[in-house]
Every structure is written in C-alpha cells, then in structure tokens.
C-alpha cells in the first residue's frame, strides 16, 4: 500500500500527489513512468514520475482528470492509500549536453516535460521551454518550468494567456529567426506531437516524442502498447516511451488510443451512477 503524503489541486482538473514509495524514488530516472491500481478491483493506469525524492522516500504525480480511474484518484486525499504502484518503468530520457533543446510541452504533458527539462538543463543545455495549453487555466508548472528554462514562453489556443495560437508557431519563429536547436522534445496529446514533428522534419532537426499509448501491465508483455516507429513494432511500456519522432506512426497511435472509447465510457458511466447512490458525485458535466 502507498500513503498519499500530499495532495494538490494544479488546475480545475489536474491534481498533484506525493507518495511514499521508497524503491520508486532510490531508483527513479527523468522519462520514466509508474503504473498504478487504486484497488484490486481497479484498472492499470500509467503516469509519469514528475519528480522523486529519495531523502523523503516519495515520488511525486501529476494527473489530469479524463475518466474512471483518474476521477477516483482525484477522490482520494491525504493519508489514504493507493493499492499498487509498479515502477520505475519504461527507459530514462538521454541526457547529456546536446546544446540548445526545445521542451514542448502541451497541457499535462508539462507534468512529463519538467523532470527531463531540469535534468537537461543540469547537464549543461540552454534549455527553451514552449508550455501550450487551450486556456490559462489549463497551464500547469508554469513556475516551475520557467525557472529551469534560458526561454521560456507560453501559448494558449484562445489567447487568455501568452501568444494566442499554438505551440508550434512560436517553434516555427524560432527555427525562422535563425535559433541554433540540437534537439526537440515534445510531450503532449499524439496530434500536438505529430505537428511538432511535421515543423522540424523539414530542417532536420533531432526529434523525441514521449508516446502516451495505451497500457496495461507496463512490462512488455500484454501488447496494448503496440506502436510502429521506423516501421518495426514497437512496445512503449519497454522501447519507449521515448522514440524518435520522425519515425512515429502517428495515425496508429491516435487509432489505437481510440479503442476502448465505448468500455472507457461506460465504465465513467458506471462509476458515476455508483458514486451518485452513495451521494459523493459532485459532478455537474454533461454526461
Ligand atoms: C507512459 C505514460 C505516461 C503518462 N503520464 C501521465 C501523466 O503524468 N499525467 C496524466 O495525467 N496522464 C498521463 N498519461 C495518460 C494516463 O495514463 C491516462 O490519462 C489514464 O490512463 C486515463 O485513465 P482513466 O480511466 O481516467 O480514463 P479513461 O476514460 O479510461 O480513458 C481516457 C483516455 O485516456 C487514455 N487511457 C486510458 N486508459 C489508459 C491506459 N491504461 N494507459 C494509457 N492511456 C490510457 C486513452 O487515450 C483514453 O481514451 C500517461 C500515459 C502513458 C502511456
Ligand atoms: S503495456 Fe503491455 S506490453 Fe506494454
């Protein structure tokens, strides 16, 4: 079982949590992953390790709210306890001084960006950080990447905050102007990242993708997390998932995140009816 030692709400639907996890944070590396249970009952979910701190024996969480499982993280609160958590997995980022590095970060892909950035930064890279999201009050670690970024600048797709429009018109202006970049990292929904990668293939600049695919037991064996990058299959949970992202299968990708849309619905459903019988469900959104 896994204490929730903190619990902080980022923005209307992203939550933050500390938890105690002792071996997850010894070993933990920027780019690598958990997957969690609530309960035996519950599914298998994965989430980015944004940070971990090994003199507190915890490890941080970042989540957004988009169904079932992160909806009844989202309940739980200080003191309470998480059944399963499994980690580190997947492979750390590479990090070493590649030069100038683009961080793009849309939404909470901010959450997968940070401890990769500040690794980055550390190692001696002038760090530019684009942190995009639909509104201002979508933005999350603004703070805290700003503070660890040579550049820092913000896009909101309705202009209430930063340059109206998406991130890669700023990416755009900056190849544009002439700005030397070594490397790009775009983490954020797959479409974001494909146009990320369709703006630096044409320059050739170095490209990584962190690929949110659909994932089940997280060690490469089940094989939902297929994905075709340089036309070789792939499992993200193992290879990944960090790829080079002008190799990335996209179209796949965004298919195959689509698969279990009518399951992840009904499941949102059914948990909605239980919590409304036992008078929990705050929830005032369409259903
Ligand atoms: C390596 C990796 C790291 C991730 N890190 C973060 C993170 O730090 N913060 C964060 O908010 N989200 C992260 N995600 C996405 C997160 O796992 C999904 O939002 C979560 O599983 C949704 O579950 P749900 O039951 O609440 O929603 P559901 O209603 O079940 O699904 C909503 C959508 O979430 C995605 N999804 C659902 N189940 C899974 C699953 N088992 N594996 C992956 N995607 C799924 C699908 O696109 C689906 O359409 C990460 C995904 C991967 C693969
Ligand atoms: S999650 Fe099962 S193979 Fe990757």
């Known amino acids: 079982m896994f204490k929730i030692l903190k619990k902080e709400k980022l923005a209307p639907l992203v939550f933050g ?8 944070a010894r070993k933990a590396k920027p780019g690598q992953f958990v997957v969690l249970r609530i309960d035996e009952l519950g599914e298998r979910i994965p989430l ?19 169904g079932k499982t992160t909806r009844q993280l989202a309940s739980l609160s200080r003191g309470d306890f998480i059944g399963d958590v499994v980690g580190p997995l997947g492979k750390p980022s590479e ?22 950035a500040r690794a980055l930064k550390k190692a001696g890279n002038r760090v530019i950080t684009i942190l995009g999201a639909r509104n201002k009050e979508l933005l ?3 703070k805290e990447l700003s503070s660890i970024s040579d550049d820092f600048f913000i896009t909101t797709d309705d202009g209430s905050k930063g340059k109206c429009g998406v991130c890669t018109d700023i990416l755009e202006g900056l190849i544009e102007g002439g700005q030397e970049i070594n490397r790009v990292i775009a983490v954020g929904p797959a479409i974001m990242m494909k146009f990320v990668c369709e703006t ?25 997390c297929r994905v075709t990058v340089g036309g070789e299959t792939k499992f993200c949970c193992v290879d990944g998932p960090e790829f080079d992202g002008h190799l990335v299968d996209f179209d796949e990708l965004m298919n195959r995140q689509k698969m279990y849309l009518e399951e992840e619905n009904t499941s949102l459903k059914e948990h909605e009816a239980k919590e409304l ?9 369409d259903k």
């Open 17 to 24: 949590f500390e938890i105690e996890a002792p071996e997850i």
């Open 95 to 116: 990090i070493k001084n590649f030069g100038t590095v683009v961080c793009v970060a849309g939404g909470v892909g901010a959450a997968v960006i940070f401890p990769i």
């Open 140 to 142: 999350i670690l603004e």
């Open 200 to 224: 630096t293939r044409p320059h050739g600049i170095k490209m990584i993708v962190s690929l949110n695919s659909i994932m089940v037991d997280g060690t490469g064996m089940c094989g939902s």
């Open 277 to 285: 019988k036992k008078g929990k469900c705050g929830c005032k959104r």
């Open 48 to 66: 980015t390790i944004y940070d971990f701190n090994e003199k507190n024996s915890s490890i941080s969480l970042i989540f957004q709210e988009v």
